[in-house]
């Protein structure tokens, strides 16, 4: 069997001390990275690229790897225990993950998310390796049309399964989508919304957003009362989940490796989707939906493992075609030709050793992760216990030196100090800021691929019916507007609105 | 992170203080290079491989700093305002030219705010296709594409691109109107070429190279004044008649206006002698370019191509009303 050949060269690879030494540095460094709030992989590998030069070309992709995979398990810990996610996927982890850490479940949540992880982590590196390239080519089938389509899905199910208010859901949303249009047209170069100011150009900061409205504002938010600074639960409880939880796990696990997987492996910004479409699809199949946003076992297991496989698979595209799905693979091409190696189709053919080492390392770091979370999740929820004086100001340090790695721009310190005041302003008007964060993200996406599509068919809105996966996506959208709209449905919508 | 190395910086700097009375000169601690891009990209590539070598003959660091933003624009504006002391470079491309008329308020003057180190190397394009595309060769592929202009999809990575600018050339010397697609960076618009969402574009070998030798897209000639050695089979623009569209993505240092003289002299040298190195011209030829010759990488023959480049993007850019501000 060719698979098995190439599999036992790759473990031969990545199995050498050497190899299994750097495996390790990236698994922890990425770990510590995505512990610590808003210092980004993308900065921290950018900062380790010289020291790269001086490795062989299969450890040092091994180890930048290592540190982008155990980003996505250390990302979630902050998210959970002080609900400051450091990207995109992890912002879903905190809805559910920081209702179980104030609930004093704070260790199961933890567990949960190391668990899924790994989970997905070896199943998509299972399906890197058997699948990689028949998924290549059906990635590349996804033309703007599909791209259009399928984001159009990703919106319009947020809005109909959003919990709470579905007008406030909405109008986050809304905000979130403008938000999005700021910076500089991409087909005809006209600024929109900088009031011209050049720090604009490119549209507002991701991280500053994240970390301004969902962190700083709950800093805030707990400051103004002396008693109630809940951000810190004393009580941590257990660490381990219990019968219960796994059980409860197991299914939304599953789902959200195969969703991850899938969406990880489109190059134009799928995998963004991955964790936010595995949290409604829990919602939408739970029994008890209106335990979501208040601590479910299913909202933390069902993202995190989709957004871990999306990580894994998102390496397809890389591997396959020389092709970065995002700035983080853009680094490693970086890395590589540096190394002396371009990038592109001819890799997996012409460096077996390095194509296979890498994908066998990813199992070998899963594995590793996973073992060195495990115990940490101890010592991370030991956090909880430092005074809020002692950790706000660490926290705000913390995010302010990550926000400013990404650009090295003091603007963007500004900008982290607004969103921080919006998302306070949000927490009194009692809006979510995780729809905000999904139409940010997905809105300028929406809006490229629309036009894009528009161009290519010369103005011709048929193309997103007259192209069959496009078209599969758009029926999908109306049938999950049917299904809300439903009374039944709406009926029991509301009864879980009621609780708010 | 960041703030970690330069605390690590400060501290070094702290040491080569104190034995800075007996170090006679420049330079005595750490230099910062600008990329106006962001990291991983080919023009930071480009950097990395220089600031290593040009390290090693200066005898200290230089750390890449990536300042992406506004199409370089951003990591220019910073290093013309930085002080003039020789520790702050900037390592830019031809939209240092290009800028200068894409964007209507700079917030520096091009041609008065800098002085020169030298040229680093120029980068040739490739026209490329889907690798289904009619066109057998070259001369086909001309005819073809003014033929059919109407249903040829041109992809480029975004307004001020190196691929914007060569299409921008290519409609120009065929003629011929083509309908463009810009995307976010070479990324997605290589990808929906592989896919053959569109039909041509023009990039850098850089992209180009290995997609082709791996048979994903298809070449059809290059734009440089000679053949390539990677591509001996591929015409150059010139022999299929269109001399117009020669274009080179070359990348340069740069420092502030009013850096001391010795500053620029050593700098100099230390990026001839980087140029010189085998390792550095080893890797440059993976990626299909070549260092510049030790007499383009000197500050005179920088500002030459530089205002020679404003001159001749300036009607190009203004003919096709494309501003990027």
């Not at chain 1, 991409?186 to 720090?199: E, V």
């Not at chain 2, 274009?247 to 009013?258: M, N, Q, S």
Request: proline content about 6%; glycine content about 10%.
């Amino acid at each position: 069997m060719d698979l098995f050949s190439n599999l036992a060269l790759g473990f031969s690879t990545a199995a050498t001390p050497a190899n299994l030494f750097f495996c390790l540095i990236g698994a922890l460094l990425g770990t510590l990275v995505g512990v610590l709030p808003g210092i980004g992989v993308t900065a921290t590998i950018a900062m380790l690229l010289p020291i790269t030069f001086q490795l062989e070309p299969v450890s040092s992709l091994i180890m930048l790897a290592g540190i982008y995979y155990g980003a996505q398990y250390g990302g979630s810990t902050t998210a959970i225990l002080i609900n400051l996610p450091g990207e995109s996927s992890s912002a879903v982890t905190a809805i559910d993950g920081y209702q179980m850490a104030r609930n004093g479940k704070a260790g199961t949540a933890l567990a949960i998310a190391a668990l899924g992880s790994f989970f997905a982590g070896t199943f998509a590196t299972l399906l890197v390796a058997i699948f990689a390239p028949p998924l290549t080519i059906i990635a590349l089938k996804f033309g703007a049309a599909e791209y259009f389509s399928l984001m159009l899905l990703g919106l319009v199910s947020a809005i109909a399964l959003a919990h709470g208010s579905v007008p406030k859901a909405l109008a986050m949303v809304v905000l979130g989508l403008l938000l999005g249009l700021v910076g500089t047209d991409i087909y005809t170069g006209t600024p929109r919304f900088n009031f011209g100011i050049t720090n604009f150009a490119d549209g507002l900061n991701f991280v500053a957003l994240a970390v301004g409205v969902f962190g700083i504002a709950e800093i805030l938010r707990n400051l103004e009362d002396e008693r109630s600074r809940k951000v810190i639960t004393s009580q941590v409880g257990s660490l381990f989940p219990s019968r219960e939880d796994l059980r409860k796990m197991l299914a939304p696990m599953m789902r959200g490796t195969v969703l991850g997987s899938a969406l990880g492996v489109l190059p134009g910004g799928g995998a963004i989707l991955a964790s936010f479409a595995a949290y409604t699809v829990e919602k939408r199949l739970s029994k008890e939906p209106h335990t979501f946003g208040k601590g479910a076992v299913a909202g933390v297991a069902g993202p995190e493992s989709a957004n871990n496989a999306g990580a894994q698979t998102s390496f397809i595209p890389l591997l396959t075609l020389g092709i970065p799905a995002n700035p983080v693979m853009a680094l490693m091409v970086g890395a590589m030709i540096i190394q002396g190696i371009v990038p592109g189709p001819n890799v997996a053919s012409e460096q077996p050793a390095l194509f296979w080492g890498v994908i066998a390392s990813m199992w070998i770091g899963n594995l590793m992760l996973v073992i060195l979370n495990l115990p940490l999740i101890g010592l991370w929820v030991r956090l909880l216990k430092v005074p809020y004086f002692v950790l706000f100001p660490i926290i705000l340090a913390f995010c302010s030196i990550g926000v400013y790695s990404v650009n090295s721009n003091v603007f963007d310190l500004y900008s982290v100090a607004m969103f921080g005041l919006l998302g306070y302003v949000l927490i009194k008007l009692r809006c979510e800021p995780a729809p905000l964060l999904l139409g940010f993200v997905l809105g300028p996406l929406l809006e490229e691929n629309l036009r894009r599509a528009m161009i290519l068919g010369r103005g011709d809105p048929m193309v997103f019916v007259t192209r069959p996966i496009s078209a599969t996506l758009l029926a999908l959208t109306v049938v999950v507007l049917i299904v809300v709209l439903l009374p039944s449905v709406r009926a029991k919508r509301e009864e879980v609105f009621v609780e708010d | 992170m960041a703030q970690f190395t330069r605390f690590a910086g400060l501290s070094m700097l702290g040491l080569m203080l104190g034995s800075a009375a007996l170090a006679q000169g420049y330079p005595e601690r750490q230099i910062t290079m600008v990329v106006p891009f962001s990291a991983g990209g080919p023009t930071d590539t480009v950097a990395r491989l220089v600031a290593e070598k040009m390290s090693e003959s200066l005898g200290q660091q230089i750390i890449v700093e990536n300042v992406g933003g506004a199409g370089g624009t951003l990591g220019a504006g910073r290093v013309a305002s930085a002080e003039a002391d020789g520790y702050t470079v900037l390592l830019h491309h031809i939209g240092m030219a290009t800028s200068a008329t894409l964007y209507r308020s700079l917030a520096y003057d091009t041609l008065n705010a800098f002085d020169y180190v030298g040229l680093v190397t120029e980068v040739p394009m490739t026209l490329v296709a889907r690798k289904d595309f009619e066109p057998a060769d070259m001369a086909a592929f001309v005819s073809y594409v003014k033929e059919n202009a109407d249903s040829i999809t041109l992809a480029n990575a975004g307004i001020g691109a190196a691929s914007h600018l060569c299409g921008m050339l290519f409609m120009q010397a065929l003629d011929a109107p083509i309908v463009t697609v810009p995307y976010k960076g070479t990324g997605p618009a290589m990808t929906d070429l592989l896919g053959g969402q569109v039909d041509i574009m023009c990039d850098q070998t850089t992209n180009t190279s290995e997609q082709v030798r791996g048979g994903t897209i298809k070449a059809y000639a290059v734009t440089t004044p000679e053949r390539l050695e990677i591509f001996p089979d591929l015409p150059t623009v010139a022999e299929a008649g269109l001399p117009g569209m020669e274009v080179a993505i070359w990348h340069g240092i740069y420092a502030p206006k009013g850096t001391p003289p010795e500053a620029i002299e050593k700098l100099s040298a230390a990026l001839q002698a980087a140029l010189a190195d085998e390792g550095v011209a080893a890797k440059m030829a993976d990626l299909g370019t070549a260092p510049s010759p030790a007499e383009d990488a000197t500050p005179q023959a920088l500002q030459a191509k530089l205002e020679s480049e404003i001159d001749r993007w300036k009607p190009v850019i203004e003919a096709a009303g494309v501003y990027a501000d």
